[in-house]
T-cell receptor, first 110, second 113 residues
Framework: GQNIDQPTEMTATEGAIVQINCTYQ??????LFWYQQHAGEAPTFLSY????GLEEKGRFSSFLSRSKGYSYLLLKELQMKDSASYLC???????????FGAGTTVTVRA | DAGITQSPRHKVTETGTPVTLRCHQT?????MYWYRQDPGHGLRLIHY???????DKGEVSDGYSVSRSKTEDFLLTLESATSSQTSVYFC????????????FGPGTRLLVL
């Protein structure tokens, strides 16, 4: 089976930085995805990490440590529109399915 | 945005009635998925398809069946709806191989009374 953990909720101030952690335990790990989901909408793809290290994409960065079973999504210069749920998902080799964590709801306050 | 539509977008039905949800894609992607999303559980895979007429079960498949007769359409059927199947249902697609990123449809809100 797979165990994917991420915090339920986080609150931060506009302009600040927030780091959302995701830990996982899975056999045959291949890669890790982050999705953003605004309330009442579909999840949208943010990032995909296969190799160890940091991937930067504008205000958002994602980090992966395969040996530690750990990833984080870093949101910089927070804006009100970043208030959403952030979903961590893992894929396994030769298995075209994703397993999702329960999601982290981020609230950005003025 | 990936070309994925779902129909209906909202549905209210009664316990014991059959319900079919449709997912339609215009991307010619090989893989299609049905998820349900409930508070506290995140996205859970119901069934998926890896080609026309090729389907397999996910982690919460009991009470659901699927069919894929064309590349572009993936149908989810609740043979006899129960209140526990009240949920938001999302369809997703991916190209497979190095294109394993999944792209989601807009979702269907289903209420079973």
């Amino acid at each position: 089976g797979q165990n994917i953990d991420q915090p339920t909720e986080m609150t931060a101030t506009e302009g600040a930085i927030v780091q959302i952690n995701c830990t996982y335990q899975t056999s045959g790990f291949n890669g890790l995805f982050w999705y953003q989901q605004h309330a009442g909408e579909a999840p949208t793809f943010l990032s995909y990490n296969v190799l160890d290290g940091l991937e930067e994409k504008g205000r958002f960065s994602s980090f992966l440590s395969r040996s530690k079973g750990y990833s984080y999504l870093l949101l910089k210069e927070l804006q009100m529109k970043d208030s959403a749920s952030y979903l961590c998902a893992v894929s396994r080799s030769n298995d075209y399915k994703l397993s999702f964590g329960a999601g982290t709801t981020v609230t950005v306050r003025a | 945005d990936a070309g994925i539509t779902q129909s209906p977008r909202h549905k209210v039905t009664e316990t014991g009635t059959p319900v079919t949800l449709r997912c339609h894609q215009t991307e010619n992607h090989r893989y299609m998925y049905w998820y349900r999303q409930d508070p506290g559980h995140g996205l859970r895979l119901i069934h998926y398809s890896y080609g026309v007429k090729d389907t397999d079960k996910g982690e919460v498949s009991d009470g659901y069946s699927v069919s894929r007769s064309k590349t572009e359409d993936f149908l989810l059927t609740l043979e006899s709806a129960t209140s526990s199947q009240t949920s938001v249902y999302f369809c997703a697609i991916s190209g497979g191989g190095y294109q394993e990123t999944q792209y989601f449809g807009p979702g269907t809100r289903l209420l079973v009374l």
